[in-house]
């Protein structure tokens, strides 16, 4: 029995050895397999139809189909979080959020901050007046001496500022957090023309065709709409890439778009 007891004690010593028990460092483990399990998302919450707010205070929108499907084929959880739109890039770089997808445009000034999918969507700049008042607005130029306004952050400011005289020509440039309280303002006469981006624009006059009137008028340079990430993010970038390449491939954008805008919008 003591030649027996002995056999065993020897066998569990060595079998907790094997195992690192006796060793006054932690067994180590290996953090390049694990894998992202949730994506943060930052948009405008108020940004119809990428991404806003229903009846039921739920965040839905054709850039949050988008990004759901995504988000499925990958395998995480996804997280949509309302964001000031004028500090995006700061929202994006701290870690607060993974990724802005939310009918934003591709610059050259956001893709010094920012990384970039490949393009989605076509988007230009236009005009929007109150019904039956275009007030001869016919070009750019015809801007001048009228109540402009925009978002704040957006590229339609961007292109505004940025534009030598052309602010300076208006009675007024007015900038707002968001689409619906400019729209708001253009009804209540308080700005005269509105330049927004077209999709997001000509969604609005669905809902309220009656009041307000888009003119077949380009501010600045049409745009494409881009998927952003951290600069560095290049990792999150591909994989988001990759599905949703395949969504494209398969039809799955084509059918979310035809969803929202009863047309394939979706660049090949």
Known sequence: ??????????????????????????AKTDDSSKEQTKITIGLDDEYAPM??????????GFDVDLAKEAAKRLGTEVEFKAIDWNSKEAELKSGRIDIIWNGLDIT???????LFSKPYMDNRQIVFVKAG??????????????????????????????????????????????????????????IDALVCDEIVG?????KQDEKFDA????????????IAFRKDDTELRD??????DEMVKDGTAAKISEQWFKADLIKK
């Open 239 to 244: 994989k988001v890439q990759k599905v949703f």
């Open 51 to 60: 991404g806003f707010k229903n009846e039921q205070n739920q965040i839905v």
């Open 108 to 114: 050259p000034e956001r893709e010094q901050n920012m």
């Open 133 to 190: 008042n275009d007030q001869g607005i016919k070009s750019e130029a015809d801007l001048a001496g009228k109540a402009v306004g925009t978002q704040a952050g957006s590229t339609a400011e961007t292109y505004i500022v940025g534009k030598e005289g052309l602010k300076d020509s208006f009675k007024e440039f007015k900038t707002y957090g968001d689409y619906v309280s400019a729209f708001m303002d253009l009804e209540n006469g308080r």
């Open 1 to 26: 029995m003591k030649k027996i007891f002995m056999a065993v004690l020897l066998l569990v010593t060595m079998v907790f050895a094997g195992c690192g028990g006796g060793g006054n460092e932690p």
């Open 202 to 206: 000509r969604y609005a006059l669905s």
């Open 215 to 226: 003119l077949d008028v380009t501010i600045g340079t049409p745009t494409e709409f881009g």
